[in-house]
Protein backbone atom coordinates (compact mmCIF):
# COMPACT_ATOMS: atom_id res chain seq x y z
CA UNK A 1 0.00 0.00 0.00
CA UNK A 2 2.52 2.31 -1.26
CA UNK A 3 1.16 6.06 -0.17
CA UNK A 4 2.62 7.17 -3.94
CA UNK A 5 2.38 7.52 -7.03
CA UNK A 6 4.99 7.33 -9.84
CA UNK A 7 5.39 7.23 -13.12
CA UNK A 8 6.18 4.12 -14.75
CA UNK A 9 8.94 5.00 -16.80
CA UNK A 10 10.90 8.50 -18.07
CA UNK A 11 13.32 9.45 -20.62
CA UNK A 12 16.07 12.10 -20.34
CA UNK A 13 18.64 13.21 -22.65
CA UNK A 14 22.08 13.08 -21.09
CA UNK A 15 22.98 16.39 -19.89
CA UNK A 16 19.92 17.83 -19.47
CA UNK A 17 17.53 17.89 -16.26
CA UNK A 18 15.46 15.23 -14.99
CA UNK A 19 12.67 16.05 -13.09
CA UNK A 20 10.91 13.22 -11.50
CA UNK A 21 7.58 13.63 -10.28
CA UNK A 22 5.84 12.32 -7.25
CA UNK A 23 1.96 12.61 -6.33
CA UNK A 24 1.17 12.25 -2.38
CA UNK A 25 -1.40 13.49 -1.40
CA UNK A 26 -2.56 12.25 1.58
CA UNK A 27 0.48 12.67 2.88
CA UNK A 28 0.61 13.45 7.08
CA UNK A 29 2.00 16.86 8.58
CA UNK A 30 4.53 14.37 10.35
CA UNK A 31 5.90 12.91 7.28
CA UNK A 32 9.41 13.68 5.23
CA UNK A 33 9.30 13.00 1.50
CA UNK A 34 12.35 10.66 0.79
CA UNK A 35 13.52 9.80 -2.69
CA UNK A 36 16.10 6.73 -3.15
CA UNK A 37 16.97 5.09 -6.06
CA UNK A 38 18.78 1.93 -7.06
CA UNK A 39 21.16 1.32 -9.92
CA UNK A 40 20.50 -2.09 -11.65
CA UNK A 41 22.03 -4.55 -9.30
CA UNK A 42 22.72 -2.75 -6.26
CA UNK A 43 21.34 -1.88 -3.29
CA UNK A 44 19.06 1.43 -3.11
CA UNK A 45 20.99 4.70 -2.59
CA UNK A 46 19.38 7.51 -0.39
CA UNK A 47 19.57 10.81 -2.35
CA UNK A 48 17.27 13.60 -0.79
CA UNK A 49 14.39 14.07 1.81
CA UNK A 50 12.69 16.66 2.61
CA UNK A 51 9.51 17.98 5.20
CA UNK A 52 7.92 21.41 3.69
CA UNK A 53 11.04 23.20 2.01
CA UNK A 54 12.88 22.73 -1.17
CA UNK A 55 16.05 21.01 -0.47
CA UNK A 56 19.04 20.52 -2.68
CA UNK A 57 22.65 18.57 -1.73
CA UNK A 58 25.53 17.26 -4.01
CA UNK A 59 22.83 15.18 -6.16
CA UNK A 60 19.62 16.58 -6.71
CA UNK A 61 17.03 19.38 -5.57
CA UNK A 62 13.91 18.49 -3.94
CA UNK A 63 10.65 20.44 -5.00
CA UNK A 64 7.90 20.48 -2.55
CA UNK A 65 4.46 21.81 -3.04
CA UNK A 66 3.54 24.55 -0.83
CA UNK A 67 0.03 22.06 -0.24
CA UNK A 68 2.75 19.05 0.27
CA UNK A 69 0.74 16.53 -1.95
CA UNK A 70 3.48 16.32 -4.86
CA UNK A 71 6.97 16.61 -5.24
CA UNK A 72 9.72 17.00 -7.84
CA UNK A 73 13.04 15.53 -7.94
CA UNK A 74 15.19 17.13 -10.09
CA UNK A 75 19.20 15.85 -11.08
CA UNK A 76 20.15 18.99 -12.76
CA UNK A 77 22.36 17.05 -15.37
CA UNK A 78 21.49 13.73 -15.80
CA UNK A 79 24.47 11.19 -16.98
CA UNK A 80 24.15 7.82 -18.04
CA UNK A 81 26.03 6.46 -14.51
CA UNK A 82 21.80 8.67 -13.21
CA UNK A 83 19.73 5.11 -15.02
CA UNK A 84 18.43 3.67 -12.10
CA UNK A 85 14.84 3.02 -10.45
CA UNK A 86 14.28 6.39 -8.54
CA UNK A 87 11.91 5.55 -5.38
CA UNK A 88 9.83 8.55 -3.53
CA UNK A 89 8.57 7.30 -0.32
CA UNK A 90 6.97 9.46 2.34
CA UNK A 91 7.37 8.25 6.03
CA UNK A 92 7.11 9.65 9.21
CA UNK A 93 9.75 10.61 11.21
CA UNK A 94 10.52 9.75 15.17
CA UNK A 95 9.71 6.91 16.84
CA UNK A 96 7.39 4.04 15.58
CA UNK A 97 8.95 4.46 12.12
CA UNK A 98 11.45 2.38 11.43
CA UNK A 99 10.93 1.34 8.20
CA UNK A 100 10.38 2.71 4.58
CA UNK A 101 7.46 1.09 2.74
CA UNK A 102 9.25 1.49 -1.28
CA UNK A 103 6.59 1.56 -3.87
CA UNK A 104 7.26 0.53 -8.01
CA UNK A 105 9.57 3.57 -8.10
CA UNK A 106 10.10 5.04 -12.19
CA UNK A 107 12.45 3.61 -14.24
CA UNK A 108 14.48 6.44 -15.68
CA UNK A 109 16.43 5.92 -18.78
CA UNK A 110 19.45 8.53 -19.85
CA UNK A 111 19.71 7.76 -23.14
CA UNK A 112 22.99 8.96 -25.03
CA UNK B 1 35.59 1.56 3.55
CA UNK B 2 32.33 -0.23 2.52
CA UNK B 3 29.62 1.04 4.52
CA UNK B 4 27.34 -1.87 5.06
CA UNK B 5 28.97 -5.05 3.60
CA UNK B 6 26.80 -8.44 3.25
CA UNK B 7 28.05 -11.71 3.02
CA UNK B 8 27.99 -13.91 0.56
CA UNK B 9 27.45 -11.77 -2.02
CA UNK B 10 26.39 -14.96 -4.07
CA UNK B 11 24.15 -18.42 -2.11
CA UNK B 12 23.12 -21.20 -4.31
CA UNK B 13 21.80 -24.07 -2.14
CA UNK B 14 19.22 -26.72 -2.05
CA UNK B 15 15.75 -26.82 -0.73
CA UNK B 16 15.59 -28.10 2.65
CA UNK B 17 18.99 -26.49 3.60
CA UNK B 18 19.49 -24.05 6.23
CA UNK B 19 21.44 -21.05 5.71
CA UNK B 20 23.34 -17.72 7.04
CA UNK B 21 23.77 -14.32 5.42
CA UNK B 22 25.82 -11.75 7.76
CA UNK B 23 25.94 -7.99 7.55
CA UNK B 24 28.21 -5.81 9.26
CA UNK B 25 28.09 -1.99 9.22
CA UNK B 26 31.13 0.84 10.24
CA UNK B 27 28.63 4.02 10.67
CA UNK B 28 28.34 3.70 14.37
CA UNK B 29 24.46 3.24 13.61
CA UNK B 30 22.08 1.61 15.99
CA UNK B 31 19.28 0.31 13.92
CA UNK B 32 19.54 -2.07 10.72
CA UNK B 33 16.99 -3.83 8.71
CA UNK B 34 16.92 -6.74 6.46
CA UNK B 35 15.11 -6.42 2.94
CA UNK B 36 14.00 -8.94 0.99
CA UNK B 37 13.32 -8.02 -3.08
CA UNK B 38 11.80 -10.44 -5.58
CA UNK B 39 11.64 -11.63 -9.09
CA UNK B 40 9.53 -8.81 -9.46
CA UNK B 41 11.45 -6.02 -8.01
CA UNK B 42 9.67 -5.59 -4.90
CA UNK B 43 11.61 -4.36 -1.87
CA UNK B 44 10.02 -5.28 1.25
CA UNK B 45 11.34 -5.18 4.79
CA UNK B 46 11.70 -8.13 6.61
CA UNK B 47 12.73 -6.81 10.15
CA UNK B 48 14.33 -4.04 11.69
CA UNK B 49 16.30 -3.89 14.60
CA UNK B 50 17.28 -1.08 16.86
CA UNK B 51 20.14 -1.00 20.00
CA UNK B 52 19.99 -4.97 19.54
CA UNK B 53 16.51 -4.82 20.25
CA UNK B 54 13.42 -6.55 17.32
CA UNK B 55 11.18 -3.50 16.44
CA UNK B 56 9.55 -4.56 13.16
CA UNK B 57 8.94 -8.29 12.07
CA UNK B 58 6.83 -8.01 8.92
CA UNK B 59 4.85 -11.66 8.77
CA UNK B 60 8.00 -13.36 8.05
CA UNK B 61 7.56 -17.01 8.28
CA UNK B 62 9.08 -18.50 11.51
CA UNK B 63 11.74 -20.08 9.33
CA UNK B 64 13.66 -16.76 9.04
CA UNK B 65 15.66 -15.76 11.98
CA UNK B 66 17.91 -12.38 12.40
CA UNK B 67 20.44 -12.35 15.50
CA UNK B 68 21.78 -9.59 16.31
CA UNK B 69 24.86 -9.89 18.55
CA UNK B 70 25.72 -6.05 18.99
CA UNK B 71 24.90 -3.02 17.14
CA UNK B 72 26.95 -3.18 14.09
CA UNK B 73 25.67 -6.88 12.95
CA UNK B 74 22.41 -8.35 11.80
CA UNK B 75 23.05 -11.99 10.46
CA UNK B 76 19.70 -13.62 8.79
CA UNK B 77 19.64 -17.60 9.46
CA UNK B 78 17.02 -19.33 7.43
CA UNK B 79 16.35 -22.75 7.91
CA UNK B 80 14.36 -25.45 5.40
CA UNK B 81 14.84 -22.82 2.26
CA UNK B 82 12.16 -23.07 -0.12
CA UNK B 83 12.26 -21.97 -3.58
CA UNK B 84 10.44 -18.71 -3.09
CA UNK B 85 13.19 -17.94 -0.86
CA UNK B 86 14.76 -17.42 -4.13
CA UNK B 87 15.57 -13.54 -4.21
CA UNK B 88 17.84 -10.71 -3.10
CA UNK B 89 18.49 -10.11 0.31
CA UNK B 90 19.71 -6.40 1.68
CA UNK B 91 21.09 -5.47 4.60
CA UNK B 92 20.41 -1.76 5.79
CA UNK B 93 21.13 0.45 8.31
CA UNK B 94 19.94 4.14 9.86
CA UNK B 95 21.13 6.10 13.30
CA UNK B 96 17.14 6.30 14.73
CA UNK B 97 14.33 5.60 12.73
CA UNK B 98 16.06 6.75 9.75
CA UNK B 99 14.71 9.87 9.27
CA UNK B 100 18.42 11.29 7.22
CA UNK B 101 18.23 8.06 5.29
CA UNK B 102 19.24 4.45 5.05
CA UNK B 103 22.68 3.22 4.09
CA UNK B 104 21.70 -0.08 2.05
CA UNK B 105 24.11 -3.16 1.61
CA UNK B 106 24.87 -4.82 -1.93
CA UNK B 107 22.99 -7.72 -1.64
CA UNK B 108 23.04 -11.51 -1.16
CA UNK B 109 21.47 -13.28 -4.58
CA UNK B 110 20.18 -15.87 -2.71
CA UNK B 111 19.08 -18.86 -5.64
CA UNK B 112 17.60 -22.20 -4.13
CA UNK B 113 17.33 -25.10 -6.24
Known amino acids: DAKTTQPTSMDCAEGRAANLPCNHS???????VYWYRQIHSQGPQYIIH???NNETNEMASLIITEDRKSSTLILPHATLRDTAVYYCIVSPSGAGSYQLTFGKGTKLSVIP | DTAVSQTPKYLVTQMGNDKSIKCEQN?????MYWYKQDSKKFLKIMFSYNNKELIINETVPNRFSPKSPDKAHLNLHINSLELGDSAVYFCASSAGSGTNGYTFGSGTRLTVV
Open chain 1, 50 to 52: GLK
Open chain 2, 27 to 31: LGHDT
Open chain 1, 26 to 32: TISGNEY
